[in-house]
């Protein structure tokens, strides 16, 4: 061994504990002793089905392993971040065998897959969403590759969802909407407590989908849907943006300025066992509401 130490190829780690007849195949007088060693793969087979032949590895086994064993591997974390899929968030607590599998592609031999035609996460996750998103899905990062499935989630959890932009969606969120639960509005399948199987295109549009229409349909268009915000919006329910004087034939002018909505709309009819106000019809007449002894404008009664 000593000797072998003054060749151009010492020996070192597992090589020092090899037989000379496991490099040096024993052909009597026509032994072998200069063999080639510039390249691992002189003397052993490629594990990796070719995988690392091209650059920027040139099957350099040295860059993943050393003479100490084939395993573990010196592959780091450090040295991941410089691959075309650098770890983070979550992925950096999966185990390499999680990713790394065999493969039947490679032929004869299975060998454990490094190289993926794509870096998709449908390469290795299953679409939960059966492509429901597959158009949003296709927008482009800086870099030009498609954004997948991180246009909404990232690899920090699968639940943060802080790259998803509602507004961007038929139904921006505003005001009292921002503070409602996905699940509110997405309702899972069969009694589900997870998002997981839900259709997100079937989400309600309009408030009656959601809400008790609490007017009893008195107000209803055609269509059969209730115009909520001619008189409401999504910051809250009240008060009301009601225009008396732009959409009723009684505009509010004087002392009926300084009127409850109350004093005048007195109508109440039972709706699906509710009690429900009704707003038409209501008296226009003033004696309807003060009583036929007005005292008329000009006289010396009513002071005007």
Sequence with gaps: MKEHASTDYPLQGGHARLECMQCHIPKGKDTLYKVKFERCTDCHADRHAN???AAPYFNAC????????YKPSTFTLAKHKKTRFALTGGHIAVTCAECH????EFKPKPSVIY???TLDCTSCHNDPHKGQFNERMAQLRADKTP???EVCHSTKSWKELSAFDHSKTKFPLLGAHRATACIDCHKPPN????????DFKTAPMQCEDCHEDIHGKQFVTKGDATPCADCH???KWKPSLFDHEKRTTFPLRGAHQNVKCADCHKLNKTVADKTVLFYKPTPKDC??????NIPVAGSKKSGL
């Excluded at 040295?62 to 064993?69: A, K, R, S």
Aim: glycine content about 8%; hydrophobic content about 35%; some cysteine.
């Design 147 to 149: 954004a997948g499935c």
């Design 191 to 198: 009694l589900e407590t997870k998002l997981i199987n839900v």
């Design 115 to 117: 190289h993926w035609k």
């Design 62 to 69: 040295d860059q993943c392993h050393n003479l100490e064993g």
């Design 233 to 235: 919006n999504s910051a």
């Design 287 to 292: 004696a309807a509401c003060h009583g036929a």
């Design 101 to 104: 599998k065999e493969s039947a």
């Design 51 to 53: 995988q690392f032949a």
